[in-house]
């Protein structure tokens, strides 16, 4: 598919501790980069070469995560080892704590890299904009057979195809308690894994949602719109989406 690219490494640039599952305690290591699927290390001691570890990685101080990772690369540079580790295994709440660590201790990469370098240059005028229709206006909230209301709005969001690994950039045209319909340069089949961050502007962190496609429908040759059935409703997160673009 055109468009694919890999995911993002946030550049860290801090020290941090990783623990190997069955070694002698915790190391202290250099994270120079880390994204969804790995990140890059250096530290003195020495990893074994093309196989599996089970790792607990401190970042900060304070958010754990339990992995597993295969050991893909490594060099040495002035008697340090820096290392590349792919995620073989990582539970969905460490990604989640990854994102809130970023959040948290870099969150100028994510506006920069995330929302404005990236949504900005696929999707200019919509960048910063929410816009929910008037009721009677053709849009508004509309009532329709759905169990949750959906509210017409326009949201940058950022998703992940979780069978993949890749990431997107699209926007949102309508959003519910238990589903969003976004607009997309090309087709992801049904029952595709997402991952989803939608950028609301209400000063609080990007809205976090799991789902699934469960529709798709060609606009035209280079835009699809897409449904996603959502894992469960969210109502607090409906309600910032609401309050949002009823402010603009």
């Not at 370098?117 to 005028?125: G, H, M, W």
């Not at 209400?202 to 976090?208: A, N, Q, T």
Request: proline letters at 5%; hydrophobic letters at 40%; glycine letters at 8%.
């Amino acid at each position: 598919m055109q468009g694919r690219r890999s995911a993002i490494r946030w550049r860290i640039g801090s020290w941090a501790q990783m623990e190997i599952v069955g070694a002698d305690g915790p190391l202290d290591c250099y994270l120079k980069d880390i994204n969804y699927k790995g990140l890059q290390i250096s530290l003195k001691p020495q990893l074994p070469h093309d196989t599996y570890l089970k790792i607990k990685l401190l970042l900060a101080g304070e958010f754990s995560l339990d992995a597993e990772v295969w050991v893909v690369w490594q060099k040495t540079i002035d008697q340090v080892r820096i290392y590349g580790l792919y995620f073989s295994r990582i539970a969905d709440s460490d990604k989640e704590k990854i994102y809130r660590y970023l959040h948290k201790h870099h969150p100028g990469q994510i506006k920069q890299r995330w929302w404005e370098e990236k949504t900005e240059r696929i999707y200019p005028a919509l960048t910063g904009i929410a816009r929910v229709c008037p009721s009677g206006q053709g849009g508004g909230v509309m009532k329709d057979r759905r169990l949750f209301e959906r509210i017409f709005a326009e949201f940058p969001v950022r998703f992940l195809d979780r069978n993949s690994g890749q990431e997107y950039e699209g926007t949102t045209f309508d959003v519910s308690a238990k589903g969003i319909g976004f607009i997309f340069k090309e087709n992801l089949v049904p029952s595709t894994p997402l991952e989803m961050w939608i950028k609301i502007p209400d000063k609080g962190e990007p809205l976090y949602m799991r789902g699934e496609i469960a529709w798709s429908a060609m606009v035209d040759p280079q835009r699809y719109k897409l449904g996603v059935d959502l894992e469960r409703a969210d109502l607090m997160g409906i309600s910032r989406c609401l309050r949002a673009g009823s402010a603009i």
